[in-house]
């Protein structure tokens, strides 16, 4: 099946403590991208990728950081996580022909204290 | 920075209505415009998009009007049914970047 799949899908830390989110995708997808979403904010761009070892800055990368290694992943990494990124953080993909229409993964929700 | 404005925030309908939802952008070199059904506890799923050398899309009962000179794209639902009851986003891409409006909650009333 063709999916996105995001892990964990719920986690609770505490100030500080670093954290990955992964995300893959088996749809041999060139573009990801992470979004976080906030309650009347929609959904805001934190990082994107265009391919393997390319990646850009969205609207919202401070305090996040993101590799890509290979096709399939884009982990979201929070060095030192801070209550403000209390979230819910989606990872998205499009392959290259699909102007940017997104997969998105099921959602991670973030609760940092 | 490039902003994405959506309106109504809120929209009610009686089932069978139809419904519309308002986008304006300000990058005037956006050039693909998707809108997003997210309903309750789940992921945000592409309904239809449009891009910048089209001014209409229509499929089934959901269709999309850009016009570029206003920098403005609509959503237009007819014989809303209590399953487009849901939160629905459009955006605004320009390159590899995407900006996405607040959301409209709309509620279709049985």
């Known amino acids: 099946e063709a999916q996105v799949t995001q892990n964990p899908r719920y986690l609770i830390t505490v100030t500080g403590k670093k954290l990955t989110v992964t995300c893959s995708q088996n749809?041999?997808?060139?573009?990801m991208s992470w979004y976080r979403q906030d309650p009347g904010l929609g959904l805001r761009q934190i990082y994107y990728?265009?391919?393997?070892?390319?990646?850009d800055k969205g609207d919202v990368p401070e305090g996040y950081k993101v590799s890509r290694k290979e096709k399939r992943n884009f982990p979201l990494i929070l060095e030192s996580p801070s209550p403000n990124q209390t979230s819910l953080y989606f990872c998205?993909?499009?392959?290259?022909?699909?102007?940017?229409?997104?997969?998105f993964g099921p959602g991670t929700r973030l609760t940092v204290t | 920075g490039e902003n994405v404005e959506q309106h109504p925030s809120t929209l009610s309908v009686q089932e069978g209505d139809s419904a519309v939802i308002k986008c304006t952008y300000s990058?005037?070199?956006?050039?693909?415009f998707p809108w997003y059904k997210q309903e309750l506890g789940k992921r945000p799923q592409l309904i239809i998009d449009?891009?910048?050398?089209?001014g209409e899309k229509k499929d089934q009962r959901i269709a999309v009007t850009l016009n570029k000179t206003a920098k403005h794209f609509s959503l237009h639902i007819t014989e809303t049914q209590p399953e487009d009851s849901a939160v629905y986003f459009c955006?605004?891409?320009?390159?590899?970047?995407?900006?996405f409006g607040a959301g409209t909650r709309l509620f279709v009333k049985a």
């Open positions: 449009i891009r910048s050398n089209v």
């Open positions: 990058d005037s070199a956006s050039n693909y």
């Open positions: 955006a605004a891409s320009r390159g590899f970047k995407t900006i």
């Open positions: 990728s265009m391919n393997v070892e390319v990646t």
């Open positions: 749809m041999n997808h060139e573009y």
């Open positions: 998205a993909s499009s392959p290259r022909d699909r102007g940017l229409g997104l997969y």
